[in-house]
């Protein structure tokens, strides 16, 4: 009998292409039945893959969004965190100065100072407060502290009063200092950014509005009345009548400071409030949008398990007529 080796050779390479195709078709049945997903999505879906895509990118624009909120609510957190701390000092070195009286003694009047100093170097340290290497306090300046260092305000402050060694000539130094839009605690002090606020888009429709800075006047008059008793404490040379009459007034200022602070603080809850709400909101999205994606992608377990068996006896009948057709082939030769 004669022999065909190019017949041969072709059903061969027909035989293992099929066998490849089927093994890879048994091994995809086997993936989509341990995920529960099928690994076609575009044979799956016909071709038409545009509802699925439109999925995807919502979720990622989603998802966007959910990061800048959750940013945006830790900040919002720790702004309202350092403020609760600036007002619990304040409140505390007020109750202290306000006990300071004409017939407080010398070591009274230093120690009250003493304690204010200290406040406003705390105070100070909130308002720089960076989280993720972020300032809380500066506006859209992040890189940077947004206040001064308190030991160069001080001096500053100091060198605004001079010579001056009556309480009101000292107060009015430090309020000027405070309150002159063209020097003192505008260059000196603060050095974060002062243009508009700061925008924060946390979803499709909300764009939240962050306006608390270390320059805000309600942060401002606190400062205020605390460098006030804190610069005494730096002018040990100050008739002792004189210190304990600017740490009265200094106490007095604090205490109406609060009201201030709270406002502030007031702000920023409510800015807290309109993140929750969007995440919520966004959290609820996503949901929806994950089971409408997995009901696009899913696999129906009982059916591809039929086909995973069906594969599986194909391939095995590949194999026996392969193996059939190679007998064959061998009795050709003979």
């Known amino acids: 009998m004669p022999v065909n080796p ?3 050779m072709a059903r061969q390479f027909i035989s293992m292409r099929n066998g490849s195709a089927i093994k890879a078709d048994l091994s995809n049945l086997a993936q989509s039945l341990s995920t529960g997903r ?10 038409d893959t545009a509802r699925y895509s439109g999925i995807n990118h919502s979720l990622a624009l989603l998802d966007s969004y959910a990061a800048t909120a959750s940013e945006t609510g830790h900040s919002l957190g720790q702004m309202q965190t350092m403020l609760g701390q600036m007002q619990a000092a304040g409140d505390a070195t007020s109750s202290q100065l306000l006990l300071i009286s004409d017939s407080s003694n010398e070591n009274q009047v230093t120690e009250a100072a003493r304690a204010a100093r200290s406040t406003f170097d705390t105070m100070v340290n909130l308002l720089n407060a960076r989280v993720a290497e972020r300032s809380l306090f500066g506006g859209a300046e992040v890189a940077s502290a ?7 305000m001080i001096a500053s402050i100091q060198a605004a009063i ?9 107060s009015a130094a430090v309020d000027t200092w405070f309150n002159d839009p063209l020097g003192g605690f505008a260059t000196m002090g603060y050095e974060g950014d002062t243009g508009p606020a700061v925008q924060k888009r946390i979803s499709e429709n909300t764009t939240l509005t962050i306006d608390v800075r270390a320059d805000d006047p309600a942060l401002k008059s606190t400062l205020k009345s605390a460098a006030l008793a804190a610069v005494t404490h730096e002018m040990p040379g100050l008739a002792v009548g004189t210190r304990s009459g600017l740490l009265q007034e200094a106490g007095i200022g604090l205490f109406g400071a609060t009201s201030g602070l709270v406002a502030v603080q007031a702000r920023i809850g409510f800015a807290e409030e309109s993140v929750g709400r969007e995440q919520a909101e966004i959290s609820a999205q996503i949901t929806a949008l994950e089971i409408a994606k997995n009901d696009h992608v899913s696999a129906d377990p009982f059916d591809t398990a039929s086909r995973l068996q069906a594969m599986q006896l194909q391939l095995e009948t590949h194999y026996a007529v392969t193996a059939r057709l190679s ?3 061998l009795l050709s030769h003979m």
């Open 6 to 8: 190019v017949g041969d």
């Open 38 to 47: 099928v690994t076609d999505i575009v044979q799956h879906l016909g071709g």
């Open 327 to 329: 007998r064959l082939s």
């Open 162 to 170: 001079g010579g001056a060694t009556g309480q009101a000539a000292i």
């Open 146 to 152: 947004p206040l001064a260092n308190a030991a160069d």
